[in-house]
């Protein structure tokens, strides 16, 4: 059995926009005039998105190939593999220094200066309480420094990924294979999957949206690649006969009576 292909994610928008739109326009459609009397527009959508991918398999062979046209058209540079600078490691790696540096410098400024003020306040002070505060101070310094490089690092990884970011594409900036290509999917993905959708909802009594199990219409699920096995059960044979016996032939024997004795 063959699955319908999924969408990427910056199709999924196109597909909803069709169908919203066919939706919209049914009532000025003879084979879809009847939406609103059993079905209303919302219920039909839930149905769609439900069965969405055998929709979008109606349109497979028009899909592959407006993708595969569209990354053939595509800035290299868009495509090409993250460069050792962004790669997921380094940049969890600085983010979590960025943020644990600050909190560990504050933290330990903090617990310096309480120490070495409460020390002071003992008389005689001990010698190591100056310590103490210029280690606090000393702490605070790198708490201040850490908190500059956070946000230094925070910018320029905001104007980094404005640079890399991908913006739409301007309708006039695509190319005229790629907008054929795609025209020519979104006429097969609402032609034959759909408004024939629709109208085979719309036609079948027995489609209940509330039913909680997607709704498939008839002729339109994709056919196993198998058949269920025929099992049969032997032909009934006639019972078999009960033995015949008789009860064995016990009979008497030839006693006389006392007056008669044998010679």
């Known amino acids: 059995m063959t699955s319908a292909p999924h969408l990427l994610t910056e199709d999924r928008p196109e597909f909803q926009r069709l169908l919203d739109e066919a939706l919209r326009n049914a ?39 407006f993708v595969k046209v569209r990354e053939d058209h595509r800035d290299p540079a868009l495509r090409g593999p993250a460069t050792a600078d962004e790669a997921p490691g380094r940049v969890g790696a600085g983010a979590v220094v960025a943020v644990l540096a600050p909190v560990l410098s504050g933290t330990a400024m903090l ?31 790198l708490t201040v420094l850490a908190i500059l490089f956070a946000a230094v690092g925070l ?15 301007d309708p006039q900036d695509i190319p005229e294979e790629v907008s054929r290509a795609r025209e020519a999917w979104q006429h097969a993905l609402l032609e034959r999957g759909i408004l024939p959708f629709l109208r085979d909802a719309l036609a079948d009594p027995g489609a209940d949206p509330a039913a909680g199990a ?36 016990f009979t008497s024997p030839d006693v006389g009576g006392p007056d008669r004795l044998p010679d």
């Not at 309480?114 to 020390?119: D, E, I, M, T």
């Not at 320029?156 to 739409?168: D, I, L, Y």
């Open 27 to 65: 009532p000025e459609r003879p084979d879809l005039a009847s939406i609103g009397e059993r079905l209303n527009a919302e219920q039909l959508r839930t149905m769609a998105m439900d069965a969405s991918g055998i929709l979008i398999g109606a349109a497979a062979p028009e899909y592959e190939h």
């Open 111 to 141: 617990i310096f200066l309480l120490v070495g003020y409460l020390l002071k306040l003992l008389d005689p002070a001990p010698a190591f309480a100056g310590t103490m505060l210029t280690a606090g101070w000393l702490f605070g310094a």
């Open 155 to 169: 910018l320029v990884t905001a104007v980094r990924n404005s640079a890399t970011e991908v913006v739409p594409e």
């Open 214 to 249: 997607p709704y498939r219409p008839a002729g339109r699920i994709p056919q196993l690649g198998y058949t269920r096995p025929d099992f049969t059960s032997p032909a009934a044979e006639e019972p078999a006969r009960r033995p015949g016996y008789s009860s064995p032939d």
